[in-house]
């Protein structure tokens, strides 16, 4: 019997913890295989690749306390080398052995394993979905730890390489198109290297089967977008710059509901897309060109009000509390003129809300489609009146004072002198956002009690406190 090939001796310094561990390759029938081609991998170190000779035996030189992986190489024909040259070309036997990997700890300084491999083969596959239509993705075979790419002929044949004779396996599918993020197709391993084609059939409702999502633009005159495919508020497919000119199709997407954002210079959101598996979803996603409305604000003499606001907002925002102006949705203020212009708004429907502190608020319905220009025309506010309570204190039940309300609004106005018996006066009819200031004197004159107040809130009666107690005659 030859010798087994050896790796070279250590040197004299290495000896104390030299060790050998005797490599044997077998057959399943207990046969030396030939010329198997491995790798031995220390941890933390690159591995080494050897070849053993007819005799199947190699002679691994170590040292005692090494973990070594034993891997048998499924691509003879090159083979990676740590010396900065890339891959070199190696001879290609004509029986290629596989096996799975296998780890040795070395506790003593003569060691043996014996590893059984198994000659490989090529496997014909006919791969086709329920209906007959031919597989067209990518796939691979996984056995005993050996991964194998598949060649294809596009036509729902693929032929793999280098498959373990003997053992089963599992065909892993990655379909270009949807793809699959899991296998469930085991072959059988009477069947490995037979003559005929194993017939593989796959479910289209497959649950691990993916989707898509194709995006047509219209409206768009061919403009530069960002799409992204939101899910859960989370990114599942990343921003792709794009022409409006060309469709767009997502990455593979599981089956689920996804958000489709368009950003660039006319933005655009396509809520709750559904992806189904084995299928691509299209949509069209419609530019939002802005479109913008215009109106005049005017009081009831006709006077343009300055300030005045317009806002757009969709009817669930319709809400409106006077002195607390709901700002969402798009809004602008008028100017000297009382003319406002509102733009930047997507098509859709809408209520105009114009508003002016100190009167009563207009709603009108709006209906915008993409790039228009609405003219409200004159809109005319009413004046906003409210009530004011002044409660009191400090005068006697028989006691009589006067209230005086002075309104400072570009003009001196005085309600009348009110002679007023008790502790409660109400004051109804004033106008919304000016500023007055309430009075009370001791009737016969004297000290003046008084307080400031800007009524806001409609038909929500501001209440003044009013001290008489320190009022003097």
Known sequence: MPAPTQEPRPTPDAEADHAVLQISFVDPEGQPANRVMFSVQERGRDPAYRTTDD?????????????????????????????????????????????????????????????????????????????????????????????????QTGTGGALVKGVPRGEGATLHLRNLKFGYSKSEFQLPS???????PIDIFIPKDNEYAMGSIAVTFAEYANTPVSVRVLC???????????????????????PGKYNVIITGEYASFIPEVEVKSNAVTTVEARAAIPAS???????????????????????????????????????????????????GIARGSFVAHVEALGYEPARLPVSLAAGQTLDLGDVYLGVARGVCIINIKG????????????????????????NVVGDS????????????????????????????????????????????????K
């Open 293 to 343: 409305v215009r109106a005049r604000i005017l009081d009831p003499q006709g006077n343009p009000l300055v300030g005045a606001t317009l806002a757009l907002r969709l009817e669930s925002d319709a809400a409106f509390y006077p002195g607390r102006l709901q700002m969402r949705g798009v809004a602008d203020t008028s100017g000297h003129d009382g003319v406002v212009e509102v733009g």
């Open 232 to 254: 859960n508020g989370l990114v599942a497919a990343a921003a792709q710059e794009i022409s409006t000119s060309l469709a767009w199709e997502s990455s593979p997407l599981r």
């Open 395 to 418: 005068a006697s039940p028989d006691q009589r004072y006067q209230v005086v309300v002075l309104q400072n609004q570009g003009s001196t106005n005085t309600y009348p002198w009110r």
């Open 425 to 472: 006066v109400r004051l109804e009819g004033l106008v919304l956002g000016r500023l007055y200031q309430i009075g009370v004197v001791l009737a016969g004159g004297g000290e003046v009690a008084h307080e400031s107040v800007v009524l806001t809130v409609q038909d929500d009666p501001v209440v003044v406190e009013i001290d008489l107690a320190a009022l003097k």
């Open 190 to 196: 009477p069947d490995l290297g037979g003559s005929r």
């Open 55 to 151: 005799s199947g035996r190699f002679q691994y030189h170590t040292r005692i306390g090494a973990c070594l992986q034993i891997r048998t190489e499924r691509e003879p024909e090159r083979i990676p080398l740590n010396l900065g040259k890339g891959y070199i070309p190696m001879p290609n036997y004509s029986v290629p052995w596989s096996a799975g990997p296998n780890h040795v700890n070395i506790k003593q300084r003569s060691q043996s394993i014996e590893i059984v491999v198994y000659p490989s083969c090529d496997v014909a596959l006919d791969i086709r979905y329920e209906d007959g239509t031919p597989y067209a993705g990518s796939l691979y075979i996984r056995s005993s730890g050996i991964i194998r790419e598949a060649s």
